[in-house]
């Protein structure tokens, strides 16, 4: 029985003893990203500020800093210099942009293209992070963003998960624990709830194992293990429904790409439809403040590049008839023509820039834009603002 325990003892120590190795070799290499966000109060989730790390995949690694107000950009006052021009930016992840160097970002390439051309001087200020849904950046300008005293207001718009963010059943759980916001229609327009997220609410062995995942988190290890976990459906699924794992990192959220179906569930009728008031909310939320709201409809991986689709298609044996890419894009922007709202459609001079340079403007396993995509839309943006006169001329 003794030299059984010895056995035991030895393989759980050399097992450890891997273990400690795999993460310091992983730690000097930087090959994880640290975690930027924390629960808040108000927005549901936010950024660390001051908060300062690397920001890395198999397609990157950057190097990530929070200024002290909680944005992924450079500090900014609330107090607009005498002559400036300002933008704010609200967005999600691909605004928050800490998948390329902070230069690189849409917000950073839009200021320097607004600078160079000598029309005044500009500041544009990211305020995008990471899975914000249109509630969140609402919420974001109603108690932050108009305390810049911006002049324009650009609304990013992502329909990959900003329809499905808006929406509490079709969103993917983040694994916050404290409550997070979401609207609902009711008579009287827009009513605004706090609750928990589904693997809070509903699977109690959730809320049980946070406190132990929230430790293991901290582990570089513990992020490459999840990662290999991934590859193996049948193990993930059983993760998630044991609240092990969160259901957005299994990769076996196919129903999201229900945004592009011609013919939506209650669900999807219901999360358009908020998302048609948050948008409206927000216009005259920016007018009150003096300012202009322009909205400009990003581009989803998919959509640009065919290969991509068919992948998607393929993995989640999606029915490719009833699907249409560009929906999602025209009934948005069929509203906002309706609403007298600007807008931007980003995704005819994407599509035509790749394949005419045969260039991929988003990570290819990523999804979010390269530093040339970045670029790519902030020319983009640059000459729609210039061209319709939303920003001052020489």
């Not at 030895?10 to 924390?38: D, H, M, P, Q």
């Not at 509903?202 to 513990?222: C, F, H, Q, T, W």
């Not at 045969?358 to 390269?370: A, I, K, N, P, S």
Request: glycine letters at 8%; charged letters at 25%.
């Amino acid at each position: 029985m003794r030299a059984a325990l010895g056995r035991i003892a030895l393989v759980v120590l050399g097992v450890s003893a891997g273990l400690i190795g795999v993460e310091a070799v992983l730690r000097l290499a930087a090959s994880r990203s640290e975690n930027f966000f924390a629960h808040h109060p108000i927005y549901g989730w936010f950024h660390i500020p001051g908060r300062e790390g690397w920001f890395a995949s198999r397609e990157f690694r950057t190097r990530v800093t929070i200024n002290s107000k909680g944005l992924h950009d450079r500090e900014f006052s609330y107090q607009k210099e005498a002559g400036v021009f300002r933008i704010l930016v609200l967005g999600d992840s691909m605004m928050d942009a800490m998948q390329v160097n902070g230069r690189d970002s849409f917000s950073k390439v839009l200021e320097r293209l607004l600078e160079q051309d000598s029309r005044g001087r500009f500041e544009v200020i990211n305020a995008g992070v990471n899975a914000w849904g249109t509630a969140n950046e609402l919420l974001f300008f109603r108690h932050e963003g108009y305390k810049y005293q911006p002049d324009l207001v650009l609304l990013a718009f992502c329909t990959c998960n900003d329809i499905a963010n808006n929406s509490d059943e079709l969103s993917h759980d983040l694994g916050f624990s404290g409550p997070v916001p979401v609207f609902r229609l009711a008579a009287d327009g827009l009513r605004l709830e706090y609750g928990l997220q589904p693997s809070f609410r509903d699977n109690p062995v959730a809320s049980r194992l946070e406190p132990i995942k929230g430790a293991l988190r901290r582990l570089y290890v513990y992020d490459k293990i999840r990662e290999a976990v991934v590859g193996f459906p049948s193990v993930a699924r059983l993760l998630v429904r044991t609240g092990v794992m969160r259901d957005y990192q299994s990769g076996l959220r196919g129903e999201l790409y229900g945004h592009y179906s011609r013919t939506y569930t209650r669900e999807w009728e219901e999360a358009w439809a908020v998302t048609r008031a948050l948008i409206a909310e927000i216009d005259l939320e920016v007018a009150r403040r003096g300012a202009r709201l322009v909205v400009v409809i990003l581009t989803n991986p998919e959509q640009v590049h065919g290969e991509i689709w068919n992948e998607i298609v393929d993995r989640f044996t999606l029915p490719e008839g009833d699907m249409d890419l560009d929906r999602p894009d025209q009934l948005l922007a069929t509203f906002l023509a309706e609403e007298g709202i600007p807008y931007m459609r980003l995704l005819p001079r994407f599509r035509a820039q790749a394949r005419a340079a045969g260039e991929y403007l988003h990570f290819r396993h990523d999804g979010h834009w390269t530093a040339r995509g970045h670029r790519f839309a902030a020319e983009t943006v640059y000459g729609s603002l210039t061209g319709t006169k939303l920003v001052p001329g020489r």
